[in-house]
């Protein structure tokens, strides 16, 4: 079992940035695939970003350069750092784990889910 916590999240103005974090608990961190999702009002949820074990080849969704993935498997932790915030972008925000292979952005390929730390950007 693995415990996903994220936190981070919160108002921010058109332009700002915000930087999540999840925090892991549980079996060893770096064996997993770690991924970030959001899921707006009355939309489904959708990939943003994910990044592999050793914290390389992190791969996004068409973020357009605004956001980045990265690890610190020696805190148990993955960040997402949003900058140029638009407010479409107001979203829950959830980190997902996957002991799957290869990049993965579909949510059944993840194993474990936090509950999420909602953002919202405001025009």
């Known amino acids: 079992q693995v415990q996903l916590v994220e936190s981070g999240g919160g108002l921010v103005q058109a332009g700002g940035s915000l930087k999540l974090s999840c925090a892991a608990s549980g079996r060893t961190f770096s064996m997993y695939t770690m991924g970030w999702f959001r899921q707006a009002p009355g939309k489904e949820r959708e990939f943003v970003a994910a990044?592999?074990?050793?914290?390389?080849?992190p791969y996004y969704s068409d973020s357009k350069g605004r956001f980045t993935i990265s690890r610190d498997n020696a805190k148990n932790t993955v960040y997402l750092q949003m900058n140029s915030l638009k407010p479409e972008d107001t979203a829950v925000y959830y980190c997902?784990?996957?002991?799957?292979?290869?990049?993965?952005?579909?949510?059944?390929?993840?194993?474990?889910w936090g509950l999420g730390t909602q953002v919202t950007v405001s025009s």
């Open positions: 997902a784990a996957s002991s799957g292979w290869g990049k993965l952005s579909r949510q059944i390929e993840y194993d474990y």
């Open positions: 990044i592999m074990r050793s914290g390389g080849a």
